[in-house]
C-alpha cells in the first residue's frame, strides 16, 4: 500500500476511472489537453459521473496534486485547459485565480520602469 505522503501519486497510477493519453498533461496546448480529457471521459465505461465532471475532476485533480511544484506559467496553461474543456462541453466560463491579476507581476513591473 502507499504511503499516506504518496497517496495521489498511488491514484495517479492505479486509478482507471479514466483511460487517459500518456503525457496529456504535459501538453504546452491548453486546447489538446482538453480535448484529450474528454475524449477520454466520454469513452470510459468506468467513470462514475458525467463525462464533464470526470474529464475535470481529472484536471483539477493533476493541478492540485502538482500544488507548489507546478511553475506557474504551467499552473496557468492547466487553468486554461479547464476553461477549453468547458467549452467543448458547452459549459459557462468560471474565472479563476490564475486569470487576469489586480497588481503587476514582477516582470510587468519590471517593463513599466
Do not use: C
Not at 43 to 71: C, E, Q, V, W
Request: charged content about 30%; aromatic content about 6%; hydrophobic content about 30%.
Amino acid at each position: 500500500m502507499a504511503s499516506t505522503k504518496h497517496w495521489s501519486q498511488h491514484v495517479s497510477e492505479t486509478s482507471d476511472a479514466l483511460d487517459l493519453t500518456p503525457g496529456v498533461f504535459a501538453q504546452s496546448d491548453p486546447k489538446k489537453i482538453a480535448r484529450s480529457l474528454k475524449r477520454s471521459a466520454e469513452h470510459s465505461d468506468l467513470r462514475k459521473s458525467d463525462p464533464y465532471r470526470s474529464a475535470m475532476s481529472m484536471l483539477t485533480f493533476y493541478i492540485n496534486r502538482g500544488g507548489h511544484t507546478l511553475s506557474e506559467v504551467r499552473k496557468r496553461k492547466l487553468e486554461r485547459a479547464k476553461d477549453e474543456l468547458r467549452a467543448l462541453f458547452g459549459k459557462a466560463a468560471r474565472h479563476h485565480a490564475g486569470g487576469a491579476r489586480r497588481t503587476p507581476t514582477k516582470a510587468a513591473a519590471k517593463r513599466s520602469r
